[in-house]
């Protein structure tokens, strides 16, 4: 096969990181363009390529010798393709540098991303000049918006996507004045606004008088390999009720997010990694959109539909009476019928149908096969929305898609 961009991880004998000279530095890894020659010091080591959430981890053992040059050549092993089947993926909640974003989105095979160059009181276009195209691309399928911004304070954070010009979000104060200011200038410009996460102090003031348009449900606590399994400076979660382990602050932020759809906000569920601040590479947190011809205007036209899914980990693929999930049922139907299509790498441990914020229906597969095919018919009389979603095992994590 072809050289292919990927992720490296590589540790020596005693487990330390190791980093060769020239290479772009993120936590404990680095990316190639699929090829690359490096030196270093004579040794064993362990070496893992990456290639985000497609494919399988690829490892191997080198015992290096002075003097000699060892060729290492590890095929990638895709476990489902996503592009095959027309779903795309995006992470809106991304802070590293411009210019190392076509690397990335290569070596992570991720689709689409949105930079926050403005963040608080941190600007990346102080000394630089803004470019005349907001969207870049590293080739047609993996593209950027360079001007997207977070503003983020005592109240939460915001997030302001697909922005034509920057807005003035750097002021002093961690409270004064509120975000609605600055949704408001965004909302001229016809941008995205998102709240970035449910539990934010501010969060239902923003949803209710701002026009907010999606939260982040596979947010950036999750992260590879751990979780922050905590809310923060936001709303503390009820210790009673949800208990101190990850699937705690899981059910937490989904259950927030079922209050807003139960009182009339039709919130669109999104996904953000925060690379460049938690220990996440670009596109852990993924939202798969289906795009017959993807493009980056296509790729939001179909999430403003809700032709999409949020993951960290497994794929899903639901319909409803036949048809696809995003579709509307008919008013004064009686009942549904529900197929779920769920993939995972290591295995579909749970699939839950949830009606109106409550679990109304649950399937355990046996074995945790890496597919699991689930179809029932289910009472929707009561019910004003459907959603599902399905869990993988995971340790020290949460890995699910909704």
């Not at 992720?7 to 090829?35: C, H, M, N």
């Not at 076509?102 to 991303?113: G, R, S, T, Y």
């Not at 399905?390 to 909704?402: C, G, R």
Request: net charge negative; aromatic share 10%.
């Amino acid at each position: 096969g072809q050289p292919t961009p990927s992720r490296i991880l590589l540790r020596d004998a005693s487990g330390e990181t190791v980093i060769p000279d020239g290479r772009y530095k993120y936590q404990a890894s680095f990316v190639i363009a699929g090829e690359a020659v490096m030196e270093v010091t004579p040794g064993d080591y362990s070496l893992a390529v990456k290639r985000g959430l497609e494919y399988e981890t690829v490892e191997t053992d080198l015992d290096l010798a002075a003097g000699a040059t060892t060729e290492v050549e590890l095929p990638l092993i895709r476990w489902v393709d996503l592009n095959g089947m027309g779903w795309y993926g995006g992470d809106l909640h991304v802070h590293r540098m411009v210019e190392i974003i076509p690397k990335l989105l290569l070596a992570e095979d991720l689709n689409l991303c949105t930079v926050q160059s403005l963040w608080n009181m941190e600007s990346f276009w102080k000394k630089k000049k803004l470019p005349e195209d907001l969207i870049q691309e590293a080739d047609p399928t993996h593209v950027f918006h360079v001007l997207s911004e977070e503003d983020e304070r005592d109240g939460g954070a915001v997030m302001f996507y697909n922005l034509k010009e920057p807005i003035p979000i750097a002021v002093p104060s961690r409270a004064y004045p509120s975000s609605l200011g600055f949704i408001e200038q965004a909302h001229e410009q016809g941008a995205w606004v998102e709240e970035e996460k449910p539990f934010w102090w501010e969060s239902p003031v923003n949803v209710a008088l701002g026009g907010v348009k999606s939260t982040e449900i596979v947010n950036n606590h999750f992260y590879e390999g751990g979780i922050l399994n905590n809310e923060a400076w936001g709303r503390p979660r009820d210790p009673e009720k949800y208990g101190p382990e990850p699937i705690g602050y899981c059910q937490y932020v989904l259950d927030l997010y079922y209050s807003f759809l139960n009182a009339g906000f039709p919130l669109i569920p999104t996904a953000g990694s925060a690379s460049g601040v938690l220990p996440n590479p670009l596109g852990y947190n993924r939202i798969y959109v289906q795009c017959e011809d993807f493009s980056y205007d296509a790729w939001w036209e179909g999430l403003s539909k809700g032709k999409h899914f949020v993951t960290n980990g497994p794929a899903l693929f639901v319909e409803m009476n036949g048809k696809p999930h995003w579709e509307k049922l008919p008013g004064g139907a009686e009942e549904v019928r529900i197929r779920v299509r769920a993939m995972a790498l290591d295995g579909v441990s749970r699939i839950e149908v949830i009606g109106d914020g409550q679990v109304i229906a649950r399937h355990d597969p046996l074995g945790a096969p890496n597919e699991a095919i689930w179809e029932d018919t289910l009472s929707c009389s009561d019910l004003s929305w459907l959603a599902v979603r399905v869990f993988e095992p995971a340790e020290n994590t949460v890995q699910f898609a909704h």
